[in-house]
């Protein structure tokens, strides 16, 4: 069972809301389940050890995916342009799964192919044409 966030790290609660009803949405478009959107919550606002520029992660074979929802120094919400596309790069990681090379014996390292960036670009395509998402995409 996943340990519930403490609302103290809830930064803005509409904002989670609204990410996390657009995700279901998203979902929805590109017929994928049972997916589950975890928002990234550092230790430190602003500071410290996740001051990076992760936009979000996720783990091929399993059905979640971790979105960072604010600038990592400010802590402001992040534009949902961002927020969407992020959420087409980590699910296309399902749909087109990237490839593992070895480095040596037991080191491996992830590289996105020419099919996962097409499917990328055809989810980014499907978002923009969806009535509910398009509005947040810029012209």
Same mark, same amino acid.
């Given at each position: 069972?996943?340990? !519930?966030?403490?609302?103290?790290?809830?930064?803005?609660?509409?904002?989670?809301?609204?990410? #996390?009803?657009?995700?279901?949405?998203?979902? +929805?478009?590109?017929?994928?389940?049972?997916? #589950?959107?975890?928002? +990234?919550?550092?230790?430190?606002?602003?500071?410290?050890?996740?001051?990076?520029?992760?936009?979000?992660?996720?783990?091929?074979?399993?059905?979640?995916?971790?979105?960072? /929802?604010?600038?990592?120094?400010?802590?402001?919400?992040?534009?949902?342009?961002?927020? /969407?596309?992020?959420?087409?790069? #980590? /699910?296309?990681?399902?749909?087109?799964?990237?490839? %593992? %090379?070895?480095?040596?014996?037991?080191?491996?390292? !992830?590289?996105?192919?020419?099919?996962?960036?097409?499917? %990328?670009?055809?989810?980014?395509?499907?978002?923009?044409?969806? #009535?509910? /998402?398009?509005? %947040?995409?810029?012209?």
């Amino acid at each position: 069972m996943r340990k !519930m966030p403490n609302m103290a790290d809830i930064l803005d609660p509409r904002h989670e809301a609204m990410v #996390e009803h657009l995700f279901q949405r998203c979902l +929805l478009v590109l017929d994928m389940k049972d997916f #589950e959107l975890r928002p +990234l919550r550092r230790r430190k606002r602003g500071t410290g050890k996740f001051n990076s520029i992760t936009y979000g992660y996720t783990k091929p074979g399993e059905k979640w995916v971790v979105i960072d /929802l604010y600038t990592p120094k400010t802590m402001k919400t992040r534009k949902m342009d961002a927020i /969407l596309r992020v959420i087409a790069h #980590e /699910l296309a990681h399902h749909q087109k799964p990237p490839k %593992y %090379y070895r480095q040596w014996f037991t080191i491996k390292y !992830m590289v996105h192919h020419p099919p996962f960036w097409t499917q %990328y670009k055809k989810n980014v395509a499907l978002f923009e044409k969806d #009535e509910v /998402l398009s509005v %947040y995409f810029s012209k």
